[in-house]
């Protein structure tokens, strides 16, 4: 077509000509070495070989990844190697890694123990284990001289304190002490052992009790009518949680509710029950106004799991209301704790003042017993007891190890056992190696904590002393479940001891081996939170580090809930401490072996980048010790970052994208609007946004150390010290604060700061009680408090997108993110003024300059274009363009405009349980096993299914009762899966050809799904009998293609059916802005048309494009060479459908060759682009022996301009897909046949093939490239 060539004068002028020089520009195009990602370089069950550390550490370097932290860890489906831990050959190996690194520029961390979890090992005595009280204790009755040697409680132990009490009154009565008949209904064998006053004997609930949902009752009859204040339930074996209702019967034999309450004993493996505290078979302790009864009852409903029952004991004393839970005995029993998992409402108290422990009665006898344990000691008149207190080692020890580097969990609280520690491990490497041969090792690890609690060390009483100001000594009994003083005052010393377990777990554990770190020049890094027992409090455990790391998993690709506590986690307290880089463990998985792919694990990537991470720690990459065996050693955890995984040297370029978003991310600090003040209470995983943070703002949480530390306002903004501001802190909807905290609070509202939430009305501490009451009401009189969390949007956008905010100096640094896996054209506000923005691509490295936007309302707008899951950084630092664009028509028709739709407010909340509505364009690429519908026991959790979303637990909503629901969509059909407690089935299936592009929508009304394709209904399911609750994203495993996949929170009308098909745009089909590409450096027509431009200051330009060349379809024949063979493909197809069973299961790389024919007139005034149309996985295109790039996401499409000659020119694509395929055909061949091998098989047994290969089409399509000159605008 003919050339558009007018003078350039201001609008699409190139200006700026030095930004391509600029630090921030030149670190994005060339990211430096802080921003390679680190792995996880797991050395699997002694499996090592020099040769291979140094292959593995070389194709780290080819890749990219710039740190490997080296943990020695067990799979116990891997085979047991030869090169055994500590043994000379495994030390030589480990300096061998060391040096190797420094060889080829690799970083080096080494996890500070054996396994993964946590710093424990055979060098550690039980004195120097992490330990917990134990008591045991003796009854006398004075006055009389006793003389005798007290009991121990559990071996090995150590002293505490001896003291003595007046016993309560009915301080020993038990219901058992009257022979109860026991009746339990379904019946069980020796219902008689629940109340035989033996712990170590119990009943397993009825078989099937999860399944038929009726209830377990277990009645207790007497002859006489008993008192009782006190439910002990104490669990027997099992991994169970259950709904349990104590009754009581009048004398006419009338039932009534006394308790409704929780026994709640899920956790880890048997193995490694400890992880949930040292207690996880103490009671369940419910306290309650006194009842007299010949008749208790207790009901048991909504059972998940399998367990039972060790003992009911009723008793008529006086007990602290899950003290339990309350002294870190047993803990959370789920790895996600929530924010109040360690808040309990008050305790009820005595209803007379003698069933208490009197604290001035508390005789203290530590100096009357010998060392023997042999006490001498005048008892006073009347009945005693004496409470022989110690601690004992809880039994925590480090996993997944082999039994040579097994040993007890070090004291967390204790630099001295910490210390011996670091010298059994860490200490042996640096005394091994010269500092010159191991410049490579720079940090060591430590990881997610799951180990679980204790509650006292060495010197524990004097610094509990000096940190609250009285003695811990006389509240020991609290303890043991006796109230001292009152409930409140109990409740009181048991909030101090958590909250000093979580400072010394902060100062000792990570500041102690932070500390031993720096003398040897090494850095500590840290995951800052626990799935299993978490004593501490996250930010300030994280606070103490050096350097500070998050954690996400993904599942088939898509999101599900690990990571959505743990990166928020990570990037708080590395906003409120200062520290400029935040990692994540990144990518773990345990669900879709050898299928996950850059594209595939993008979405999710960037979903933690918009969570404040801005470095990875890829996981895993398993070390592989030999060169012959693929894939090679793997596990049931992580996703397979090696050398011999297919597409891990093509990775490289997905690499890139991520060193080029931690470029950007790294630079100033993150923009969050709102703190959230976590409160004291410990121990503390997360906090809670209540009220929720306005649209369009960020948050961090923050503690009180920091608040009082270094929390200051400046400009009427809250300001950390490094820069950090809030235009808001938010308080929890607490009652209770300590009156220094809140002091700091009073003085930050009268500053000028705006704070939100409630006054508290006490201090939860005994420290100075009762003054420290007084002071909270005195001080939070004063407080000025706010209701309303008033803050514009720092960012919107008219469709659903992700973002991050970074402001550097004059640089404002958005990261935005589509989330679905259908493309966007939206139009995006940005609270920034007088800047005009600049697109940077971290896909390809290109910084562009939009000509279209505008400013207004403090918002600079624009359109925004982005592929699925597709990313833009939107980076602000020049003044505004009054020539910028604000509106482009083609032929009379909008095209652009930056004209801003409030997007519209949907209720986040469903109207009510069982109503919401799942949508998604659809195109299967494979079938799924149609199964008879169910709505109770397991079907189709192996069978072949095609996930749009699989359907998540339903204790991710609310355990017993509810499930999550998903979406399978096969060529044949569709099904809806629910899954919750024992239960995963296809509550609808329908079988229904859908070979192309289809509109699925599932709408629950009332717990009853209904089937929609393409707008009209075809078939609705069974009815639930569950609570059922919407699923979140789609899953990019999907064999097919998706659109957009959206959760409704409401059920939709047929109508509104309708019209959200209309209203949601097919997959494919190109979006009309795409007709042109303007920006203020070039602009690209890819239509033509008569093109009209609006500028801001009300001139106007037109540009006509008379034409633009078709797209150039590269058709067959193709000549493929594979690792083996060549074929020559007529046309592109996926390889599994090739008749060759080599193609058809093949899995590595194969070269496409092609020639073509460009003519001239497509080279001049275009640019010319290769789009490959799909691909499965990935490919690298060159052209006439130029490689241009590897593409590992749609678009497909890749800049030729500068590679293509006019006449012949040779293409080749290089394409990969996964190990999948082969795997899948190996399986149907004998062992000595197979070409792979793995030392899991972690497929699923019903695998099917995925698609592979190029399937195009593949055309050259040509932009024109359009000058347009200012001169003849019209006004």
């Not at 058992?176 to 397993?204: F, K, M, N």
């Not at 919750?980 to 079988?991: E, K, N, Q, T």
């Not at 073509?1156 to 499965?1176: A, E, M, P, W, Y």
Request: aromatic share 8%; net charge neutral.
């Amino acid at each position: 077509m003919k050339r558009i060539l007018i003078t350039l004068l201001a609008l699409i002028a190139l200006a700026n000509t030095g930004m391509a020089a600029d630090d921030l520009a030149k670190g994005f195009a060339s990211p430096p070495e802080q921003t390679k990602p680190w792995c996880y370089w797991y050395w699997i069950s002694d499996n090592i070989s020099k040769d291979g550390i140094t292959r593995d550490l070389e194709a780290m370097a080819r890749v990219g990844i710039g740190g490997a932290l080296i943990g020695n860890v067990v799979d116990k489906d891997a085979p047991v190697g030869t090169v055994r831990i500590f043994s000379d050959e495994w030390w030589a190996a480990l300096e061998h890694a060391i040096r190797e690194a420094g060889r080829v520029g690799v970083e080096i961390g080494v996890f500070n123990g054996p396994g993964w979890s946590q710093s424990g090992g055979p060098w550690i005595t039980p004195k120097q284990a992490m330990r917990y009280v134990v008591s045991s204790e003796t009854r006398v009755k004075g006055p009389v001289k006793f003389e005798g040697k007290l009991p121990v409680p559990k071996e090995p132990f150590e002293d505490i304190a001896v003291t003595a009490f007046p016993a309560p009154r009915a301080d020993a009565t038990r219901l058992a002490a009257l022979s109860p008949r026991v009746l339990c209904s379904p019946a069980v064998e020796q219902a008689a052992v629940l109340a035989d006053g033996d712990p170590a004997t119990g009943i397993a609930f009825p078989e099937g009790a999860a399944l038929t949902g009726k209830p377990f009752v277990v009645d207790f009859e007497t002859k006489d009518a008993f008192t009782a204040r006190t439910l002990l339930l104490y669990p027997h074996d099992g991994d169970f949680k259950v709904k349990c209702e104590l009754q009581a019967a009048d004398e006419q034999g009338n039932f009534a509710t006394v308790r409704e309450f929780e026994l709640d004993r899920r956790g880890p493996p048997p193995e490694h029950k400890v992880n949930v505290g040292p207690m996880i078979k103490g009671p369940a302790v419910i306290a309650f106004p006194p009842r007299t009864s010949k008749h208790f009852r207790l009901v048991v409903t909504g059972l998940t799991g399998k367990g039972g029952l060790a003992e009911i004991e009723l008793t008529g004393a006086a007990r602290l209301e899950r003290f339990v839970e309350k002294q870190l005995g047993k803990m959370f029993p789920q790895p996600l704790p929530l924010w109040d998992a360690y808040l309990w409402p008050p305790a009820p108290e005595p209803d007379q003042p003698d069933l208490a422990v009197a604290r001035n009665r508390i005789v203290d006898l530590r100096g009357k017993i010998g060392t023997d344990g042999t006490l001498r000691w005048d008892v006073p008149e009347g009945e005693w007891v004496i409470l022989r207190t110690g601690m004992t080692p809880t039994g925590a020890v480090n996993h997944p190890v082999t039994v040579e580097g097994k040993g007890p969990e070090c004291d967390k609280m204790s630099r001295a056992a910490i210390a011996t520690h670091f010298d059994g491990f860490v200490g042996k490497l640096l005394a091994r190696m010269p500092a010159a041969s191991r410049r490579a090792f720079r940090r060591v690890v430590i990881d997610s904590y799951e180990v679980g609690s204790e509650n006292w060390t060495d010197g524990f009483g004097e610094d509990f002393r000096k940190t609250y100001g009285y003695d811990p000594t006389p509240w020991l009994p609290v303890l043991t479940g006796r109230i001292v003083g009152s409930a409140d005052q109990s409740d009181r010393f048991l909030w101090d001891l958590r909250r000093l377990v979580a400072d010394r777990v902060g100062r000792d554990y990570v500041g102690g081996l932070r500390d031993l770190c720096h003398r040897h020049g090494l850095r500590l890094w840290l995951e800052n939170y626990g799935h299993w027992g978490f004593p501490g409090e996250f930010l300030q455990y994280g606070g103490q580090t050096d350097e500070l790391g998050g954690e996400f998993w993904v599942r088939d690709g898509a999101s599900w809930p690990l990571g959505s506590v743990e990166l928020r986690a990570a990037s708080s307290a590395a906003n409120i401490y200062g520290k400029p880089v935040v990692s994540a463990e990144a990518f773990t998985s345990a669900i879709a072996p050898f299928q996950l792919t850059p594209a595939a694990l993008k979405a999710r990537g960037d979903w933690a980048f918009c969570e404040g991470i801005n470095h990875f720690v890829l996981h895993v990459y398993i070390h592989q010790p030999w060169e012959d065996r693929r894939p090679g050693v793997n596990a049931w955890f992580g996703t397979e970052f090696n050398r011999h995984n297919t597409w891990f040297e093509s990775g490289r370029a997905w690499v890139d994208y991520l060193r080029r978003c931690c470029w950007l991310l790294q630079h100033g600090t993150r923009v969050a609007d709102v703190a959230y003040f976590i409160g004291e209470d410990a121990p503390k995983m997360t906090g809670v946004r209540q009220p929720e943070m306005p649209p369009g703002c960020d948050f961090d949480f923050i503690n009180a150390e920091v608040i009082l530390d270094k929390l200051n306002v400046r400009n009427g903004l809250l300001t950390l010290p490094h820069g950090t501001t809030y235009r808001a802190l938010v308080l929890p909807e607490l009652d209770t604060m300590r009156p220094e905290v809140l002091r700091k609070l009073v003085a930050l509202s009268k500053a000028g700061a705006k704070v939100i939430g409630p006054a508290p009305k006490r201090s939860p501490s005994m420290e100075n009680y009762p003054r420290c009451d007084d002071a909270v009401r005195r001080i939070g009189a004063e407080m000025r408090t706010e209701t309303r969390l008033d803050i514009p949007p720092d960012f919107q956008s008219e469709k659903p997108l992700r973002f991050t905010h970074r402001r550097d100096g004059n640089a404002d640094i958005y990261f935005v993110a589509n989330p679905e896996a259908r493309e966007v054209m939206t139009k995006a506000a940005f609270r920034v003024t007088g800047k005009s923005p600049e697109l940077w691509c971290p896909v390809t490295g290109r910084i562009t300059r939009p000509a279209v936007y505008d400013e207004a309302d403090g918002t600079v707008r624009l359109p925004l274009h982005l592929g699925p899951h597709g990313s833009v950084f939107v980076v602000f630092r020049e003044k505004t363009d009054a020539s910028r664009i604000v509106s482009v028509t083609r032929n009379g028709e909008p095209l652009l405009d930056t004209k801003w739709t409030s997007p519209a407010k949907v209720d986040v909340a469903p109207t009510k349980p069982g109503n919401f509505t799942m949508s998604v364009w659809a195109k299967p690429a494979a079938d799924i096993t149609i199964l008879p519908e169910a709505n109770k026991g397991v079907s189709g959790m192996k069978e072949p299914r095609n996930d749009v979303v699989f359907p998540p637990h339903g204790n991710n909503f609310g355990g017993a009762g509810h499930a999550g629901s998903g979406l399978s969509v096969g060529r044949n059909g569709v099904a809806v899966f629910e899954h919750g407690a024992s239960y995963f089935a296809p509550v609808l299936a329908h079988a229904a050809p859908l070979s192309d592009w289809t509109h699925v929508v599932v709408v629950y009304r009332d717990g009853q799904p209904s089937l929609y394709l393409n707008g009209t209904l075809v078939h609705c399911g069974l009815k639930s009998q569950h609570i059922v609750l919407p699923p979140s994203g789609a899953d990019t495993k999907f064999r097919g293609e998706l659109g957009g996949f959206e959760s409704i929170p409401h059920a939709l009308s047929d109508a509104e059916i309708t019209q959200l098909m209309k209203t949601t745009p097919r997959p494919g089909v190109p979006l009309v802005a795409s007709a042109i590409e303007l920006t203020r450096d070039e602009a690209l027509a890819w239509q033509p048309g008569a093109y009209e431009l609006k500028q801001a200051d009300g001139k106007t330009r037109t540009l006509n494009v008379a034409s633009v060349p078709a797209p150039q379809e590269l058709t067959g024949p193709w000549e493929v060479q594979f690792a083996a063979e060549k074929a020559t493909f007529d046309k592109l197809q996926e390889w599994t459908t090739r008749p060759e069973e080599t193609i058809r299961h093949y899995s590595g790389k194969a070269i496409y060759r092609k020639t073509f024919t460009n003519h001239q007139s497509l080279i001049t005034n275009h640019r010319l682009f290769l789009d490959l149309g799909k691909v499965h996985d990935l490919a690298t295109v060159r052209l006439n022996g130029q490689t241009l790039r590897t593409l590992w996401l749609a678009p497909w499409r890749v800049d030729i301009t500068d590679a293509v000659r006019p006449g012949r020119n040779e293409l080749d694509i290089e394409v990969v897909n996964t190990w999948n395929n082969r795997l899948v055909g190996d399986r149907a061949l004998p062992a000595e046949t197979r070409q792979t091998f793995v030392t899991k098989d972690s497929l699923p047994k019903n695998a099917p093939l995925v698609p592979a290969g190029l399937i195009g089409p593949v055309t050259v399509r040509a932009a024109e490239k359009v000058v347009v000159s200012l001169s003849g605008a019209k006004q």
